[in-house]
């Protein structure tokens, strides 16, 4: 099968096509032709040497993808060869075929073509379980997300204004912010000038965000924290802005708050098993009545992998960057 490699550590031209031998599925998976795959912001450290894959995992770059099913391993009920659908992956979507833990495989929603379902894995997991099943987003709360042009903040802000929440967003360009403003955001904060706390106390009237969904890490911690609504929830899910920053635990216990820090790839199997089953229920619905859609930017041939990442590394794309095969 065809499949991106790297053969060191570095950047987007370390990327190259290579012929790998095709996996086979093991008791409790299920063999995928992926017909789309996307591009994270973690294939691009993983690229860069400094986000490997868990251990039994492929080494190959792909958190994500969508295809048929073309074999079922042992154990494994509920699916049928030749079923369309998306996946959500440890490592191995960059690449022709990919065996999948079963319970990581969902249907493809009603109304999505296939190569578009490849956008929705990974962000819809990431929203769903951080945002609802961890911090416990009410209808009515305030909802504060960074990066709201982006793959997961698109998501955010669809699934967090459906859902009944007030929605604030961060972005960094006029177009990006008329972006979250389509997509279901009362007010649009950009960041390059304007201080989203001053913003989103003003816009709540002095409450702050009953929940913040932030990508930057150590650069926003204080500032996060500050913005914070009483019993408010930080869950941090990217460090793009560095790793490490100093706490106010006494701003945070005055507040009643919580700061939590999650990743989806190193879970268990189970535990990514009870995310997409939660997704399939509460999420998919949505998506296919339209009222929460994948938002792509562009889709490329996996063979252009290298430029792929560097439109991601741009950072001027909004949504999702996917790959063909």
Known sequence: MRAVTVAEPGGPEVLTISELPDPEPGPGEVLIDVAATAVNRADLLQRQGFYPPPPGASDVIGLECSGTIAGIGEGVTGWDVGAPVCALLAGGGYAGR??????????????????????????????????????????????????????????????????????????????????????????????????????????????????VLDNMGAK????????????????????????????DLGQLLSKRGAVIATALRSRPVDGKAAICASVVEHVWPLVADGKVKPIVHQALPLDQAADAHRLVEAGGHSGKVLMTL
């Open 220 to 247: 926003y911690l204080a500032r996060n924290v500050s913005v914070l609504a009483d019993e408010g929830r930080l869950v941090v899910i990217g460090l793009q802005g560095g790793v490490k920053a100093e706490l």
């Open 98 to 211: 990919v065996a999948v833990p079963a319970g990581q495989v969902m249907p493809v929603p009603d109304g999505v073509d296939l190569v578009t379902a490849a956008a929705l894995p990974e962000v819809a997991c990431t929203v769903w379980s951080n945002v609802f099943m961890i911090a416990g987003l009410q209808p009515g709360d305030a909802f504060l997300v960074h990066g709201g042009a982006g793959g997961i903040g698109t998501m955010a802000i669809q699934l967090a204004s459906t859902l009944g929440a007030r929605v604030l967003a961060t972005a960094g360009s006029a177009e990006k912010l008329e972006l979250c403003r389509s997509l279901g955001a009362e007010v649009a904060i950009n960041y390059r000038d304007e201080d989203f706390v001053d913003v989103v106390r003003r816009h709540t009237d002095g409450h702050g965000a009953d929940v």
